[in-house]
């Protein structure tokens, strides 16, 4: 074999400059902690614990993949927390007090929560009702019908091959892992391949001007929050089948922890910018930072501190990398003169 048949090929170098150049700070972010946790933590590098984090990871990161067409798109989703919850006690009402067929349930929860999210999406397109306040109504009222469906107490479903979903392993890997694996192909395709993908950005960067060009802006950000809610509804089977019961407490804080991996993953919410790559980046390192911090026995309640420390931080990056916004051109200024 010749040493250029040896060399890197041409599109692999392509991938590895765009992501360095994209990503490089948060991967070297990412090196550093692990560096750290690795050093510090003496049980942070064993395999257990590396796959306890993917699929911990997991039941963030398939709803964050969606979030991430929404904020591209230069909308918000703060209900997905919410949905979880109204999908893991809607599974457990239908499987368990009324007997369906788990796979039948399954599918009946994720049709709901679908048209849950097309309703949502529906009405911020339709009625130009801004996509924070719709999702913010959207939040209280599925938090709320979760809990009258179950009366806020858990119901366990005990059933094995349904519980392998949430805890079991294939290939060496968490379930919940190679679910993620496949839902980042499915909308890295459907980002970075389909006309869909690129009337999202085409939105996010002005919408005025894609409706101009033809884009059905309205439909386009209809479907993203049925996107999301299918995802919700995803997560929420996922976690339900971890714990082995419908519970309307389950989600609480996920939103916040959802959007986090987005903007970290460098996103920006402006719209316009982002990637699904960045988002899978920016909730293992999240990941990574949550376990980290269990391991070095921090304080739950400073563990919400540096979280907020690190999404505060990921917010500036971004609106300095934003054009036209003040803080970037107070930076681009302050270069100038320097």
Same mark, same amino acid.
């Given at each position: 074999?010749?040493?250029?048949?040896?060399?890197?090929?041409?599109?692999?170098?392509?991938?590895?400059?765009?992501?360095?150049?994209?990503?490089?700070?948060?991967?070297?972010?990412?090196?550093?902690?692990?560096?750290?946790?690795?050093?510090?933590?003496?049980?942070?590098? +064993?395999?257990?614990?590396?796959?306890?984090?993917?699929?911990?990871?997991?039941?963030?990161?398939?709803?964050?993949?969606?979030?991430?067409?929404?904020?591209?798109?230069?909308?918000?989703?703060?209900?997905?927390?919410?949905?979880?919850?109204?999908?893991?006690?809607?599974?457990?009402?239908?499987?368990?007090?009324?007997?369906?067929?788990?796979?039948?349930?399954?599918?009946?929860?994720?049709?709901?929560? +679908?048209?849950?999210?097309?309703?949502?999406?529906?009405?911020?397109?339709?009625?130009?009702?801004?996509?924070?306040?719709?999702?913010?109504?959207?939040?209280?009222?599925?938090?709320?019908?979760?809990?009258?469906?179950?009366?806020?107490?858990?119901?366990?479903?005990?059933?094995? +091959?349904?519980?392998?979903?949430?805890?079991? +392993?294939?290939?060496?890997?968490?379930?919940?892992?190679?679910?993620?694996?496949?839902?980042?192909?499915?909308?890295?395709?459907?980002?970075?391949?389909?006309?869909?993908?690129?009337?999202?950005?085409?939105?996010?960067?002005?919408?005025?001007?894609?409706?101009?060009?033809?884009?059905?802006?309205?439909?386009?950000?209809?479907?993203?929050?049925?996107?999301?809610?299918?995802?919700?509804?995803?997560?929420?089977?996922?976690?339900?089948?971890?714990?082995?019961?419908?519970?309307?407490?389950?989600?609480?804080?996920?939103?916040?922890?959802?959007?986090?991996?987005?903007?970290?993953?460098?996103?920006?919410?402006?719209?316009?910018?982002?990637?699904?790559?960045?988002?899978?980046?920016?909730?293992?390192?999240?990941?990574?930072?949550?376990?980290?911090?269990?391991?070095?026995?921090?304080?739950?309640?400073?563990?919400?501190?540096?979280?907020?420390?690190?999404?505060?931080?990921?917010?500036?990056?971004?609106?300095?990398?934003?054009?036209?916004?003040?803080?970037?051109?107070?930076?681009?200024?302050?270069?100038?003169?320097?």
């Amino acid at each position: 074999m010749s040493e250029q048949d040896m060399a890197m090929p041409t599109w692999w170098r392509s991938v590895v400059r765009d992501v360095a150049l994209d990503h490089g700070g948060l991967l070297i972010a990412l090196a550093i902690l692990m560096a750290v946790a690795t050093l510090f933590a003496p049980h942070f590098a +064993s395999i257990a614990n590396l796959l306890d984090i993917l699929r911990q990871m997991a039941f963030t990161g398939v709803v964050a993949l969606g979030m991430t067409l929404v904020i591209i798109a230069g909308e918000i989703d703060i209900s997905v927390g919410s949905a979880v919850a109204f999908s893991s006690a809607l599974f457990g009402v239908v499987a368990v007090n009324f007997g369906w067929p788990l796979p039948l349930a399954a599918v009946a929860v994720l049709a709901s929560s +679908s048209l849950v999210g097309l309703a949502a999406g529906a009405i911020r397109a339709f009625f130009g009702v801004p996509s924070f306040i719709v999702t913010l109504a959207l939040f209280s009222a599925l938090k709320g019908a979760a809990w009258l469906l179950t009366d806020a107490i858990p119901i366990p479903i005990l059933d094995d +091959s349904f519980n392998w979903w949430g805890t079991g +392993s294939l290939l060496g890997l968490p379930v919940p892992a190679l679910i993620l694996i496949i839902v980042f192909v499915v909308f890295s395709v459907i980002a970075n391949r389909t006309s869909f993908g690129r009337s999202v950005y085409t939105i996010g960067g002005n919408a005025d001007a894609a409706y101009l060009s033809g884009i059905p802006v309205a439909s386009v950000r209809t479907v993203l929050f049925g996107l999301t809610g299918f995802l919700a509804g995803v997560s929420g089977l996922l976690q339900t089948s971890r714990l082995a019961a419908g519970n309307a407490d389950m989600g609480t804080g996920l939103e916040f922890a959802v959007i986090t991996a987005v903007i970290v993953g460098g996103a920006s919410l402006f719209g316009g910018k982002g990637s699904m790559l960045g988002t899978m980046l920016g909730g293992l390192f999240i990941a990574v930072l949550n376990n980290a911090m269990v391991l070095f026995g921090v304080n739950s309640y400073a563990q919400y501190v540096a979280n907020g420390l690190v999404v505060l931080l990921a917010v500036l990056i971004s609106t300095l990398r934003s054009p036209g916004t003040p803080a970037s051109n107070l930076f681009a200024s302050f270069k100038k003169r320097h």
